[in-house]
């Protein structure tokens, strides 16, 4: 099993910026593909990023193509979300997980899901 902790969320004005990051311990974290979701107030939680296991490849919703950057650092055993001009419909708490292909999205493989680190974002 493997076990991630988010952080890096906090309150912010439209336009600035976040960095998260997910820390993985447990399970090879390496050897798979992660992503970030995130869960809106009254919304159902949705893909936000994914990114494979040696950073060959990203994917991104089309609602934050160009503004956020997924990353990873397999040596640190961490997942990072550059998150670059926000917009108040980002507000969400973010959640990351180990991913697998679902279609045209990308879904949860395996795990719980985390506590989640909010993401407040101010008009």
């Known amino acids: 099993q493997v076990q991630l902790v988010e952080s890096g969320g906090g309150l912010v004005q439209a336009g600035g910026s976040l960095r998260l990051s997910c820390a993985a311990s447990?399970?090879?974290?390496?050897?798979?593909?992660m992503g970030w979701f995130r869960q809106g107030p009254g919304q159902e939680r949705e893909f936000v990023a994914a990114?494979?296991?040696?950073?060959?490849?990203?994917y991104y919703a089309d609602s934050v193509k160009g503004r956020f950057t997924i990353s990873r650092d397999n040596g640190r055993n961490t997942l990072y979300l550059q998150m670059n001009s926000l917009k108040p419909e980002d507000t969400a708490v973010y959640y990351c997980?180990?991913?697998?292909?679902?279609?045209?999205?990308?879904?949860?493989?395996?795990?719980?899901w985390g506590q989640g680190t909010q993401v407040t974002v101010s008009s």
């Open positions: 990114i494979s296991w040696g950073s060959l490849s990203t």
């Open positions: 997980a180990a991913v697998i292909r679902d279609g045209s999205t990308w879904v949860k493989s395996f795990g719980s």
């Open positions: 447990g399970r090879t974290f390496s050897s798979y593909a």
